[in-house]
């Protein structure tokens, strides 16, 4: 449920900002895309019919649901499975909405302030609740996918995850075309609250058709000690993908860690990045992020870190490897510093393929083209480290599948 | 096994090489003594078919095969490996992937291999990357048990190793990698050493020296033998021999 003055306050927002560009990206006209439902209906991920199944599997996603707490599947716009087995609470927004006083949940950290968000607020939108409830650890990666099954469709998402105190979650999401989609419009607003002592985990893999548009925006509110880890992979070619996550970590001793790892491929342009507000004392971020621009893609790595209270620390590390003469690689990596007494640095590079790691692996045997494809995979691999052994061995999977593709 | 014939190498339009006339036989091991600079680094990359290093003149045979136009990988398919004396490091690669890729070994023998060398906490580690100077060297004798070459290049295996490496690098070089606990006749790898101080010759049983002045292999002979006048006299010695060979 939410309050009439705040449906209120959402609708009028929505309707002034309903025709805005975004400051970055394609603008898009969205009367292109229509908003449709799903056909769909399924008791269990298996009984999906086969190109879905394979479309999900691409993207990691386990269908037989082994070694998961739980599985969200959305096609189009309509929820169609929605299942856990532990003690987290996960449903489909449209019953939360029904269900919960979401008033202080629901457009809080993300802004209406472009016509992508106006249309998530206005038309036809599903997605994802999430809470885990305080004090309970699930290791288990719980998995959520948003597919679009409809040619040149728009697919509207507002996804909330709530992390009590002392919480654990691992999310894998998973976001995709079936097959035959070449075309389509996500938009995806993410809502993240990690409250004292809480954990969030959070791997993205997008494989998206040619010809789509993505349009994600997302907050995340960390509290006291909460840490935020996220990690987003593409490796296929899309039309278009502008993003730009704002962290807030507000608590004291809160922690973000987020990794990047983009291959542009055919004409990609993709536009991502990430800011962290620092305002919590002793609070700590790194963005880090890997790009490689092939073929003609056009990529823009972004960051920013804003640090507003002593004793937080902040690193922003962005490397860019540049293959062909007719792609486009910018990195801007920024620091907002507003207080004395803190620590913010940040470096990037671009270059392209090293000649004597080339002649070295050659040296051992390998070809060039093989030679190469080491390289890159190594240039793109995720530091696992930080995750709980369950995560990194479906991380490293997903990672070693995505990247063989390559 | 090896055999290099009039061999003249140029690095962007300057000529490193002169000349040079080698002739390795199955089971020998050669090391090539020389100050910096003389072409020691050059004649190697050039036998691994670096493309930076540019033949002349003159022409490589490896087991009757001329090599000399041959792409590099080839030659490592052939049976040349290389011991490198700062290789790149790989980040995001793991010294157990490349393993498995290069290797024409089994994985239990090079498990025990690593073991051997102190090295099993590595294969999980990047290659290369932050090891110290015994470390890489240590990575270097891994990958070349892997790979099985049959001839192999040593650039400065003893540089930056502490002197209970220095044993350990040398014991592997001479007993595994170049077979020389096995009878003559037995031994089917062939070796080439570069160094500078030649601490590890006294781990390696070398059949034959040389040395390289100035692009020029200015005597050939017995190691000990010029080891000694070169520890004795320095390369002083062997600038009266260069000029000499140079007319």
């Known amino acids: 449920m939410l309050s009439k003055e705040k449906t209120l306050k959402i609708k009028k927002t929505a309707e002034k900002y309903r025709n805005v560009p975004a400051p970055h990206g394609e603008d898009i006209d969205l009367n292109e895309y229509k908003i449709n439902k799903s056909d769909v209906i399924i008791d269990s991920l298996e009984d999906l ?156 893999v997008h494989d998206w058709g040619e010809n789509v548009h993505v349009r994600p925006r997302t907050g995340v509110y960390i509290e006291e000690n909460g840490v935020f880890i996220n990690n987003y992979v593409i490796t296929t070619p899309v039309k278009s993908v502008q993003s730009y996550p704002t962290i807030y970590c507000e608590g004291d001793n809160s922690k973000a860690t987020l990794q990047t790892i983009v291959y542009g491929k055919g004409q ?50 962005c490397k860019g490897l540049i293959i062909s003469d007719e792609s486009r690689l ?48 190594g240039f793109l691999s995720i530091d696992l480290s930080g995750l709980p052994p369950n995560l990194a061995k479906s991380v490293e999977r997903i990672m070693d599948m995505t990247l063989d593709s390559i | 096994m090896l055999t290099i014939e009039n061999l003249s190498v140029k690095v962007e339009d300057k000529l490193l090489l002169k000349n040079i ?68 490091s790989i980040p995001g690669v793991k010294l157990k992937d490349l393993l498995k890729i290069i290797s024409k070994v089994d994985w239990e023998k090079i498990e025990k291999m690593a073991e051997t060398l102190h090295f099993k906490d590595f294969l999980k580690r990047d290659v290369n990357v932050g090891f110290s100077g015994g470390e890489v060297k240590r990575s270097e004798l891994l990958q070349l048990f892997a790979q099985n070459p049959e001839f192999i290049m040593f650039d400065e295996p003893d540089s930056g190793v502490d002197v209970e490496n220095v044993k350990l690098i040398g014991t592997i070089i001479n007993d595994i990698l170049l077979e020389k606990t096995k009878k003559p006749a037995d031994r089917k790898k062939s070796g080439l050493i570069i160094t500078h101080m030649g601490h590890i010759l006294k781990f390696i049983n070398v059949d034959r020296a040389h040395v390289l002045y100035d692009g020029i ?4 002979g017995s190691p000990d ?5 070169i520890i004795k006299y320095g390369y002083e010695r062997c600038i009266a021999c260069y000029q000499k060979r140079k007319h």
């Open chain 2, 21 to 88: 006339n080698l002739n390795m036989d199955n089971g020998e091991v050669h090391v090539l003594f020389g100050p910096n600079g003389a072409g020691k680094s050059t004649l190697i990359n050039t036998i691994l078919g670096n493309p930076k290093y540019k033949v002349v003149g003159g022409s490589i045979y490896f087991k009757g095969k001329d090599i000399t136009d041959m792409p590099i990988y080839e030659r490592a398919k052939l049976g040349i490996g290389i011991s490198y004396q700062s290789p790149p």
């Open chain 2, 217 to 220: 292999i200015s005597c050939s």
């Open chain 1, 330 to 377: 910018y990195a801007v990596p920024e620091l907002d510093a507003r207080k004395a007494n803190i620590d913010l640095s940040h470096e990037a590079a671009v270059g392209k393929i090293a000649e004597d790691q080339l002649i070295y692996l050659m040296s051992r045997g390998l070809t060039e083209d093989e030679a190469v494809s080491l390289i890159i995979k």
């Open chain 1, 49 to 204: 019919d086969r190109e879905y199944r394979s479309q999900l599997e691409n993207i990691g996603i386990n269908v037989k649901e082994e070694n998961t707490s739980g599985s969200y599947l959305q096609i189009n716009n309509e929820a169609v499975y929605s299942h856990v087995q532990s003690k987290i609470e996960m449903m489909p927004i449209s019953e939360a909405l029904k269900k919960y006083d979401l008033d202080e949940y629901y457009w809080n950290l993300v802004e209406i302030k472009d016509k992508y968000s106006a249309r998530a607020a206005l038309e036809l939108t599903e997605g994802f609740f999430i809470r885990v409830p305080k004090g309970v650890k699930e290791t288990i990666p719980l998995q959520t996918c948003l597919l679009i099954g409809k040619e040149h469709s728009s697919q509207n998402a507002h996804n909330i995850i709530i992390v009590e105190e002392g919480g654990e979650l691992n999310i894998i999401t998973g976001c995709t075309t079936s097959a035959h989609v070449k075309s389509g419009l996500h938009i995806g607003i993410s809502e993240f609250y990690i409250k004292k002592n809480g954990k969030l985990t959070y791997t993205m």
């Open chain 1, 268 to 317: 990609s342009v993709i536009d991502l990045g990430s800011k962290v507000v620092l305002s919590g004392k002793y609070s700590s971020a790194d963005i880090i992020s890997r790009s490689i621009a092939d073929d003609t893609s056009e990529i823009v790595a972004r960051g920013l870190l804003v640090g507003k209270e002593e004793e937080i620390k902040g690193h922003l590390e």
């Open chain 2, 225 to 229: 033998e010029i080891l000694n006048t």
